[in-house]
Structure formats: C-alpha cells, structure tokens
C-alpha cells in the first residue's frame, strides 16, 4: 500500500488570487450595503408624522395611567391614615384591658364567700363585689370592642397593601410609556436633525399648504350649505305664498327661482384666526379661554398655564368655565352630548383619528383650537386637516 501524499500548501500566486477575491466579495458587499437610496422629503415627512401620531397615542396613556396613580395615591393615603387611627384605638384599648385585668386580678385572688365572711363590715364587702362585677362586665365589653377593632385594623392593613401594590404597577406602567413616548419623539427629532434648514422649510411650507387647502374646502362647504339653506327657505316661504293666495281664491304669482349666491361657487377669503365670540355664557368663557393659549408651547402631560398637551388645553379651557372634564381624550369623549358636525357650536369638544387620541376646542368657521404636538405652538386649525370622528358637548 503506497504512501498518501500530502496536499501541498497553496502557492503565493493562489493566495493572492483568493485574497483579491474575498477582498472584492467584501467590497461588493460594502457597496451594496451603502447602495439604499436618500429618503425622499415625503418619506421623512411621513415617518416624522407617524412618530408624533404614536407618541402621542402613548401621551394620553400615559395621561390615564398618571391619573390612576393620582387616586391610588389619595387612595393609598386614606386607608394609611385609617390604619394609623385604628392602631391607636387598639394601644387604648390593650391600655384599658391592662388596668381591668390587675384589679380583676388583686379582688379575685380570694373565694367571695370566705371574704364575706371574714369580713368585719358585710355591706361594705358587698359594695365592693358590686363594682368588681361591673368591672368584670367592663372585661368582656372592652374584649369584644378589642378584637372588632382588631379585624377592621386587619381588613385596612390587607386593603392598604393591595392598593399600594397597584400603585407601584400602575407606577412601573407610567415608566415604560413615559420611556416610549421620549423615544418616539427622539426618533423623530433625528429624523428632522438629518434634514437642511431649506428641506425643512419645504415640509413646513407642504403643512401650511395642507391647511389653507382643507379650511378653503371647509369655506367652500360651509357656503354650499348655506346657499342651499337659504334656496330651501325661499322654496317653502313662495310655496306658503302660493298656498294662501289660492286660499283667498286669488292667482299665484308665478314662482321665480332663487337667484344663485355667488358665494356658492366663490369659496369666502379664510382667516387663520376668527375672531372670538362676544364675552356671556359658558361657550364663551371656553373659547376665549382657548384663544389666550394662542402661541403657547405644546408640552407633552401639561396642563397650564405655560405649556398644554391636546387632552390638557381642553380641560382647561373648560375648567375656565367651571366644568371639570375626565383627563384623557378618551375619557372627555364619554362625557356630554355628542353632537353631529353639522351641528357644532363654539365650545363644543372635537375629536380625531380612530382611538379618539386627539381632541380640540370647536370655535366656529369649521376650525378649532388645539395643542398640536411637540415643537408646535398651540394654533388655529380646520378640523378637516385630521381624521375627524365625532364632537361632545359636556
């Protein structure tokens, strides 16, 4: 059986060959890697839109949950104080049951009928006896009192543990939405930092363009319905006419059709800020409220004064009329009388998107007045920019 030969190493010119291939593999690779394509300015636009819609679904859960632990913590220190008023009553007590059970202890040490008859004065003996059955009476009470007193302290100490454990959930909850909420701004803040001042101009000049597009649809709208408002009400009163001319056994007037408003077709010039509603009654108080905060800050869980989220300028504004409504947009949509669009009054609370987690004060004209998100101010907007889903009238 012939020897196996070994396999000679591979000579240099190989090596080379194999190095300059895997080199270029890599190369290629890192090139391809690198090939993705710019995100184009409506992308970006896109994506910084889904990031403060979602971070602020997670603000008004973190809303909800900060009211939560609010009442936990009132909650958590009601029963504490109960439990501290209730083991005082207890120190009472066991002080009391400690001095009726030495001097039940110092008069029963002797049979009574053997110190009644030791004794040199009977009626004196049996004075004593008297009292030491109300103090044996007083026993049995202040026994019963103790172990009532005993189990409620018990119940109080078992509820203020279970209260306390869900604070520190619903405390651990706040954490994580907080957590995601800063996240999803910080996400979206480098979004935009990728940007040039000029990129940023164009998204911001695509936004107002967006607006003034949707309140001149809104006019447009707004003037439609009246005009056929107004050519219904001309029908009926000319066939009222009619109707009481052929009563009287007169001719009708032939009917003439309604000129057509030229406001119909001519959508009216918009304002970005009408002009608030003249001082009386409660609507008045809210919207006038709500323009004051023109120009503030959006601040994320704030409600007032320097600073609001969209959930908090609403319960302000209402607040200012002396209406407490629930924290949460969600909340202030279970509250009230909903209210069909066609319908809206200044005052009235509007709410968009599908899980209710935006919401505004109605002012007229078909806009509102709301905290946006952050790094806007609170501003004048159609309610026609955003998904709208419904109105309530607290």
């Known amino acids: 059986m012939g020897k196996r030969r070994k396999p000679s190493p591979p000579s240099r010119a190989r090596m080379a060959v194999l190095t300059t291939a895997v080199a270029g593999g890599a190369v290629l690779a890192s090139g ?36 939560k632990q609010q009442k936990l913590q009132g909650e958590a220190n009601r029963i504490q104080e109960k439990v501290a008023r209730g083991q005082e009553a207890m120190n009472e007590l066991r002080t009391q049951l400690g001095v009726v059970g030495a001097e039940q202890y ?49 119940q109080e100490r078992t509820e203020a543990a279970a209260t306390l454990a869900d604070l520190d959930a619903v405390g651990a909850s706040l954490n994580a939405q907080k957590n995601q909420i800063q996240s999803k701004l910080a996400q979206s803040e480098a979004l935009l930092n990728k940007l040039s001042a000029e990129e940023r101009a164009k998204i911001n000049a695509q936004e107002a363009a967006d607006k003034a597009k949707a309140a001149a649809q809104q006019a447009a709208a707004a003037e439609r319905a009246k005009a056929a408002e107004k050519e219904a009400a001309d029908k009926a009163k000319a066939a009222a006419a009619a109707k009481e001319t052929a009563g009287k056994g007169g001719t009708p007037a032939p009917q003439t059709a309604a000129p ?69 947009s969600q909340e202030q949509w279970k509250i009230g009388t909903r209210i069909g669009r066609g319908d809206l009054q200044p005052g009235d609370l509007v709410f968009f998107y599908p899980d209710l987690h935006h919401v505004g004060v109605y002012i007229g004209d078909g806009k509102m007045i709301h905290a946006p998100r952050t790094g806007k101010n609170i501003e004048v907007l159609p309610i026609g920019v955003m998904p709208y889903m419904g109105a309530v009238r607290p």
């Open 32 to 67: 391809t890697a690198h090939a993705e394509p710019a995100p184009t300015l409506a992308s970006v636009k896109e994506q910084v839109d889904r990031l403060n819609e979602e971070a602020e679904q997670a603000i008004e859960r973190f809303n909800g949950f900060q009211e």
């Open 106 to 154: 110092r008069n029963n040490g002797i049979d009574p009928g053997i110190q009644l008859m030791l004794d040199s004065d009977p009626a004196s003996y049996l004075g004593r006896a008297a009292v030491q059955d109300q103090v044996a009476g007083s026993w049995t009470d202040l026994l019963k009192r103790a172990q009532d007193e005993q189990r409620k302290l018990d």
């Open 260 to 328: 057509q408003t030229p406001a119909a077709n001519t959508p009216a010039p918009v304002t970005n800020t009408p002009a608030p509603p003249a001082a009386g009654g409660r609507a008045a108080a809210i919207v006038q409220f709500a323009y004051a905060q023109l120009g503030k800050p959006y601040g994320w869980s704030k409600t007032g004064p320097s600073s609001f989220d969209c959930s908090g300028l609403t319960g302000a504004a209402y607040r200012a009329a002396d209406v407490s409504l629930p924290r949460t």
